[in-house]
């Protein structure tokens, strides 16, 4: 499955600009477990106080990636957990047979932060939103790319978001988890002539297989890194190809220009 | 009753996040929603949720009676001054 990339916005771990993924990696810069949250002052404040940490993450990396068809693009939003510090606050809300915060239920859901996007953008493009274990990030590529092609989009954007789960559910946790959120404005892969091309466009491409029944190679045990910092790493680094392997997939990586 | 008003507007304040608002901001006799303080209808069912925790007292969901309640703060502290347990 080919593909281009636009624009590759990333805030997280610490890292906020495209020099500091960069260095991320390049020269091996670590990530931080600080949690500082972009200011979003291009929203008005009556929209801007119900964001959580996590909405304001997704939505600056979903309006710097798509700043150019904020209205029109059509759009894929991923997460594995969703904003589970409010879920998980409801949840307690409900045991203590609390009356539950409407406002808080209305965006606990696992598309809210889409619906906030689109009420604010005025966008009313397909959107859909999704959650697939550890392999969320690649599973959102798959389907941002099948739903550009099938339905010839110009581009889709894909906005990946996680906060690390509230203290409760810390144990069940395997990754090493960061607060973080990844937005690309992809593009389709036309394979025009050679004088077409734009010089040094990447072209991605990533391909899945399953693992072999009874492939210990890879080990069986979740991929100790999450998903979308390993992709990060890849197109940062500028190298050719990479490989990542969660427990149920190995994913393929390659870079080529035309 | 001014009592009543300024905790009924701190709750305003507390419940919906109005960040960089003070109680002297809110107008006594003012539209909360829409052209006035600019609230929205889920802040409308927050509120409600809130007055509901605070002062005991019932209120009908998309009722002509509530919309008049919910219409200022004024409207609102005789509201519950009459119907609070």
Known sequence: MKFTIKKCVAWGGGLTTDQDWQEFAQKGKELSLEQDLPALKQMPAMQRRRLSPFAKLSLHCALSAAEDCLATVPSVFASRHGDLQKTSKLISDVAAKEVLSPTQFGLSVHNAVGGLFSIYTGNKAPLSAISAGEDTFFVAILDAVSKMNYNAYPQILLVYTETQVPEIYAQYVAQEEYSMSCALLIEPFQSASASECEEDKAIFELTLSNKEQGDKSAGDDENPHMQALDFLHFYYSGVEQAEVVSKRHTWQLKRTTC | ?85
Do not use: W
């Open chain 2, 1 to 85: 009753m001014n009592a009543l008003s300024e905790e009924v507007k701190q709750l305003i304040i507390d419940t919906l996040d109005l960040e960089d608002i003070e109680p002297a901001d809110i107008d006594y006799e003012d539209a909360l929603f829409v052209d006035g303080l600019g609230l929205d209808s889920i802040d409308a069912l927050e509120l409600g949720v809130a007055i509901k925790k605070a002062y005991d007292v019932k209120i009908d969901n998309n009722s002509e009676d509530s919309k008049k309640h919910f219409y200022s703060v004024k409207t609102l502290c005789e509201f519950i001054a009459a119907n609070r347990g």
